[in-house]
């Protein structure tokens, strides 16, 4: 049912002192109203201190607090029940059962922001954005997320949906009067809106490698030749001793992987084994892994010691991602033998010289489009998104290629309405059951 009244506990269960239960749905007063003493949704948003009770047996649950929000001014859209309880493992559940005995139905994931886009209070790309900000480990996928909930990106695609339809307008005399030579819009003016119109959608679907790589954090391989400091560095970039270093080269044998937050963004670190020939069955085995990370890659560290470069070459012709040269163990090396030539980077894990620089230098390698950017261009961070707006710009393209081609302007401008039709799926104007559904199943229930 669309709106029967959904209740979750919508903060971690645990020990904590306070946990907060929403019950939403048009029946939700009713329900409050047989679990909470007493129950005034008058006047609205108002909080109260009331008794949580057990409607069959009236067996007190908690002393809580409770503010009713009448719809369509709430969250979901529809009548919302806010309840503070005890925080802790027994009380908010026993508070949660409570309320399904009184007629609420358990929500199942992302149920509440999922009836806030029935409803018409968020869009997709806002639902998405909730999501987004609550899995957010990185200062940068914060802000990003922030963006698009504040209608950042929806804005920016509401724009290029006029401008798309403005087009269209621009070609209906033509479409009016097909017999006539020509209209009253110049031809030169139709060409200038379209190449317009396909340049903002260029331009939003350049964002979107680094976009999605925000979302899902920047693989950073960590490679090289046994011995260089791979692991050294895979722990001091992480701030903890994650990996096993010892003089023995061919120490690491299977690949580490861990998150970090570099400058503010996100990454995965991956430790490999050292690349060599060797007769180890085992170390062979890890030196396959490390060649899979290395074809995954969205950025890879070749670490080298001074005087041991003569893999480089070989290396770096195998490897397709971007590759940053890292010159380990300086602290080792008169300061007159260290490397002065980009795009080398000198690091001492001992001193921790260069540390900082080879950060600045991740962000800038993994995410350079967006610092360029800042926050207010808005990003496109999912593989639905870039889908969309690649049907968008190939029916934009279409429409130009048909009149450059000699199509009649109604026909021509079929691809324009079909463009509009992919924005549309994009910011979610009419959403099918299947799309919501694969939009909400990463969720967390209460949300
Ligand atoms: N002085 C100095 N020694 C370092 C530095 N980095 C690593 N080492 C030493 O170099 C040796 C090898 O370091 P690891 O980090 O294990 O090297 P690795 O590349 O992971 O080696 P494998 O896993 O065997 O391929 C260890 O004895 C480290 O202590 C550095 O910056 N300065
Ligand atoms: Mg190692």
Known sequence: MLSDPIVALA??????????????????????????????????????????????????????????????????????????????????????????????????????????????????????????????GAPAQARRA???????????????????????????????????????????????????????????????PEGERLREGALVVIAGRPNAGKSSLFNALLGTERAIVTEIPGTTRDAIEAHAVIEGFPFRLADTAGLRDSGDRVERLGIEVSRR???????????????????????????????????????????????TVRPTVAVSVVTGDGLAELKRRLAQEAFGRLLGLGDVEPVVTRARHRMALERALAEVEAFHGARAGGVEAAAAATHLRAAVGALDDLIGVVTPDDVLDRVFASFCVGK
């Open 146 to 208: 922030l963006h698009q909930l504040d209608r950042g990106l929806s804005a920016r695609l509401e724009l290029l949906r006029a401008e798309l339809l403005e087009l269209e307008a621009l070609i209906a005399y033509e479409i009016d009067f097909p017999e006539e030579d020509e209209g009253p819009v110049a031809p030169e003016r139709v060409e200038r809106a379209w190449r317009a119109a396909r340049d903002r959608i260029a331009q939003l679907l350049a964002t979107a």
């Open 293 to 339: 990370y290395l074809g995954a890659a969205d950025l890879v560290l070749y670490c080298e010691e001074a005087g041991d470069e003569s893999a480089r070459e070989e290396f770096l012709t195998r490897v397709h991602a971007p590759v940053v040269v890292v010159r380990t163990k300086i602290d080792l090396r008169p300061r007159s033998d260290r490397p």
């Open 11 to 136: 903060t971690p269960a645990g020990r904590s002192a306070l946990a907060l239960i929403r019950l939403s749905g048009k029946a939700a007063f009713d329900v409050a109203a047989r679990a909470l003493r007493p129950f005034r949704p008058d006047p609205p948003r108002v909080v109260r201190r009331v008794r949580l009770v057990h409607p069959d047996s009236g067996e007190l649950v908690d002393d809580a607090l409770a503010a009713a929000f009448p719809g369509p001014r709430t969250y979901t859209g529809d009548d919302l029940v806010e309840i503070t309880t005890h925080g802790g493992l027994l009380v908010p559940a026993a508070a949660v059962a409570a309320l399904v005995a009184a007629g609420a139905r358990p929500a199942a994931p992302g149920e509440f922001t999922r009836r806030a886009v029935l409803n018409g209070k968020l869009d997709l790309l806002q639902a998405e954005a909730t999501a987004d900000l609550i899995d957010a």
